[in-house]
């Protein structure tokens, strides 16, 4: 696992485009974890994995689906063949409290 620094908060001016994180690549084909914040909630959500989970901010969000995404994989079946998997986190809408 990478030891990227991670702030609470993303940039203000994020888009679904530019919004991307990575973590180790070493799986070729990754899985797209779609975030997003309602009434102050962080939310994930992966249907590749059957993932969905929440956090108050953003890192810990980033942080318990890096946890537990390996372990979701193994679970349903996905070929990891023992690698690291590469995961993109989208942030799907920014409020406007931000």
Request: glycine fraction near 6%; proline fraction near 4%.
């Amino acid at each position: 696992m990478n030891s990227l620094a991670i702030s609470e908060h993303p940039p203000k001016r994020y888009t679904a485009f530019d919004a991307k994180r990575f973590t180790s690549d070493t799986r070729e084909d990754g899985f797209t974890v779609r975030v997003t914040r309602s009434e102050g909630i962080w939310i994930a959500e992966c249907d590749q994995l059957g993932l969905v989970t929440e956090a108050d901010n953003y890192a810990d969000l980033e942080a318990r689906t890096r946890k537990i995404a390996p372990e979701l994989a193994e679970m349903n079946g996905l070929d990891t063949s023992g690698q690291s998997i590469r995961l993109e986190f989208q942030i799907m809408e920014i409020p406007d409290e931000w």
